[in-house]
């Protein structure tokens, strides 16, 4: 079966920075499923009319689309029972959902307002209009204005990082002695960051670094092979 995702990209085709698209991408490769990965810039609407909605990742997964970071999750480990669990049973999967949606509502906000305005230099000449436009209405400012005062914005950043760093001190990844989906529900964040800005959103001595190192090594190397900056571990 032909499987297709497609994936946020910058000017450059190999810059793939959508975190939820990594999210994506690596329950894929967690799954052992090929896919090929399509590039596919904010302006794009038409390319995935086919999902009757207008935003990445979309899975067409032989003629059926799914999309949504989360659905596709479910819907690869319910499709594909004897792969790897993403997981790892119905309690996990519950604890995973809390951990997915913490990582939307807590750690993707929070990375947007310190990267934002690194963001639009990586992007395609007509994607860029729509990205200033639709992002600073939601923030409320221009990009500049919302990454000015960075430095000291880290620092409050970082402290919403504990739990995560409390979990790390004992077990190496998120998921315990392997990465499971809360890993890369999380980790898609840092890799969206470490893509497009090269401000630190991690200091090197932090225990969440180690861990973005081990991700970023993971499935032979599949996160650390995507054009970024030297910010993670």
Not at 78 to 84: F, G, K, L, R, V
Not at 143 to 171: H, K, M, N, W
């Amino acid at each position: 079966m032909t499987r297709q995702l497609y994936d946020l990209a910058g000017a450059d085709s190999a810059r793939r920075f959508s975190p939820y698209c990594w999210r994506s991408k690596l329950a894929l490769a967690h799954k052992q499923l090929p896919v090929e990965t399509i590039p596919w810039r904010f302006t794009e609407k038409d390319v995935i009319a086919f999902s009757k909605q207008g935003k990445v990742p979309v899975l067409l997964d032989g003629d059926k689309p799914i999309f949504d970071s989360w659905a596709i999750a479910v819907y690869l480990e319910e499709t594909y029972p004897d792969q790897p669990s993403l997981f790892g049973g119905a309690e996990a999967f519950a604890l995973t959902r809390f951990v997915n949606a913490w990582a939307d509502s807590i750690l993707l906000p929070g990375i947007l307002r310190l990267i934002v305005a690194d963001i639009y230099p990586h992007l395609a000449e007509r994607d860029k209009q729509y990205f200033r436009s639709s992002r600073e209405e939601r923030l409320g400012m221009s990009l500049e204005a919302c990454c000015a005062d960075r430095d000291r914005q880290v620092g409050a950043f970082r402290q919403t990082l504990a739990p995560l760093r409390i979990s790390l001190r004992t077990q190496p990844f998120l998921g315990g002695n392997t990465p499971n989906y809360a890993d890369y529900s999380v980790f898609g964040g840092f890799q969206w960051a470490r893509c497009v800005s090269d401000f630190p959103l991690l200091a090197s001595d932090d225990t969440l670094a180690q861990w973005a190192g081990r991700m970023l090594d993971a499935f032979d190397g599949l996160a650390r092979r995507t054009p970024g900056y030297a910010t993670l571990g």
